[in-house]
C-alpha cells in the first residue's frame, strides 16, 4: 500500500488563490474576521448529519475554541468541501468519518516544508475517512482547478482548488495524507489569532539565544505570558511576576539566582524606574531592561538615569526582545 502526503504548490492553484484574494468571478471576496473555527465545525455536522447515507458515521472531536483571522463563510465552504469528499469517498462501502479541531504549537522542524508556515501556535482541523484513499498517481493532481474523477454532474473538480486558496489566503495550508484502500486525512492549518500584546510569529532560527536566568515582570499576564514563551523559546530560563513587589520580595532573597532582570514601566505599588532602583540598591551590577508603551515620555537617556541598560518598547516584538536581551547580557558579562 502506499501512503503518500503532499500538498500543492503548482502555479493552477497559486492562480486560483489570486483569484480568491481579488474576490473575481464566482469568488467570493473575504472579509477577514476573528473568527472561531469551532462555531463553524457544529454548524456544518449539523448540516450533515441528517443529510448522511446511515452506513457512514460521523464522528466529531471539538477541542479548540480558539480564534483565527479568516472569513466564516468560506471556512464553511472549505470544511463542507472536505466532507462532501470524504463521505463521497465512502459512499460505496461506508465508514467513518472523523472530523476534529486542536490547537497545535508547530516547530522549526514541521513547518520547514511548508514555505508559508511560520513555528507557532496553529488550529489543526482534520477530516479524516475510511474510504477509497487516493491513487498516488492522482494525488499531484486533487488540487488543480477542474480535476476529477467523478462523473459529470457529480463533480467540478473545483472543491480543493477554492479549499486550498481559501486556506493560503487565510495564512494557512491544507495538506493530504492518504493510503489507497484505507482512506485519507486532510489536514488544514490555520494560524491562531493571538490579541495586540502578542508579537508576530516569526521565525527564531536566526535570532540570537542563550540560557540565561531572566527575571520577566509585567503586571498584565498576557505580556508576562508572551515574554516568557519567546524568551524560553530562545533557550533562555525565565521567571515571571506579575507584581512588581513580588518581583522585588523575589529578587531581595535570591539576588544572584538571576542574570538579567526584564521590567514593565507603568505597574501598580511600585512602578517600573522605582523597582530598578531597588533592584540596583540590592545588587548594583544588575543589568534591567525597561519596557514601556508611553514611547514620547520615556526615551534611552530618561532609562539610562533610572538605572536601565536598554529600554524597549512594546507590543514586544520577538526579535527586539531578542537581540535586547542578549546585547546587554553581553555587555555585562
Ligand atoms: N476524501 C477523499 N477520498 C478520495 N478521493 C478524494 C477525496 N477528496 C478528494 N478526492 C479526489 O480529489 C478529486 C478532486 O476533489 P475536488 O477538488 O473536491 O473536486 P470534486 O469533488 O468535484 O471531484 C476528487 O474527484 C477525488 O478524486
Ligand atoms: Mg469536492
Known amino acids: 500500500m502506499v501512503s503518500a502526503r503532499r500538498y500543492p504548490r503548482n502555479r493552477r492553484a497559486a492562480a486560483v488563490c489570486r483569484k480568491v484574494k481579488s474576490g473575481f468571478g464566482p469568488y467570493r471576496k473575504k472579509e477577514l474576521k ?13 448540516l450533515l448529519t441528517s443529510a448522511t447515507p446511515s452506513n457512514i458515521k460521523i464522528v466529531h472531536k471539538i477541542g479548540s475554541k480558539s480564534l483565527v483571522l479568516g472569513d466564516a463563510v468560506q471556512i464553511h465552504q472549505v470544511l463542507m468541501n472536505l466532507c462532501t469528499n470524504a463521505i463521497y469517498a465512502m459512499e460505496d462501502n461506508g465508514g467513518t468519518m472523523t472530523i476534529s479541531l486542536t490547537d497545535v504549537m508547530l516547530d522549526e522542524g514541521f513547518v520547514m516544508p511548508y514555505p508559508d508556515l511560520h513555528s507557532g501556535g496553529y488550529m489543526k482541523l482534520e477530516v479524516l475517512d475510511t474510504g477509497s484513499g487516493i491513487p498516488s498517481d492522482i494525488l499531484d493532481h486533487i488540487f488543480d482547478p477542474f480535476f476529477t474523477t467523478k462523473k459529470p454532474g457529480e463533480g467540478t473538480g473545483m472543491g480543493l482548488s477554492v479549499a486550498h486558496g481559501i486556506i493560503k489566503s487565510s495564512g494557512g495550508e491544507i495538506v493530504v495524507d492518504s493510503t489507497p484502500g484505507s482512506g485519507s486525512a486532510f489536514t488544514v492549518y490555520l494560524p491562531i489569532l493571538k490579541n495586540e500584546s502578542a508579537i508576530e510569529i516569526e521565525s527564531l532560527a536566526a535570532l540570537p539565544r542563550g540560557n540565561e536566568h531572566i527575571l520577566f515582570i ?17 533557550g533562555y530560563r525565565v521567571t515571571t511576576r506579575n507584581s512588581s513587589l513580588q518581583a522585588l520580595d523575589l529578587f531581595r532573597r535570591r539576588p544572584h539566582d538571576f542574570d538579567l532582570v526584564v521590567t514593565d514601566m507603568t505597574m501598580p505599588d511600585l512602578t517600573g ?19 514601556t508603551g508611553f514611547s514620547r515620555k520615556i526615551t534611552e537617556e530618561t532609562a539610562a538615569t533610572i538605572g536601565a541598560r ?24
Not at 476573528?34 to 449539523?46: A, D, F, S
Open 218 to 234: 509585567d503586571d498584565e499576564i498576557q505580556i508576562a505570558a508572551v515574554g516568557e514563551e519567546i524568551l524560553k523559546r530562545l
Open 34 to 46: 476573528p473568527i472561531q473555527v469551532n462555531l463553524i465545525v457544529r454548524e456544518v455536522l449539523t
Open 310 to 333: 536598554a529600554l524597549l518598547m512594546k507590543p514586544l516584538v520577538k526579535k527586539d526582545l531578542a537581540i535586547t536581551v542578549r546585547r546587554v547580557l553581553d555587555n555585562a558579562a
Open 273 to 291: 524606574d522605582q523597582l530598578i532602583r531597588e533592584l540596583i540598591r540590592i545588587r548594583s551590577d544588575i543589568p534591567v531592561i525597561l519596557c
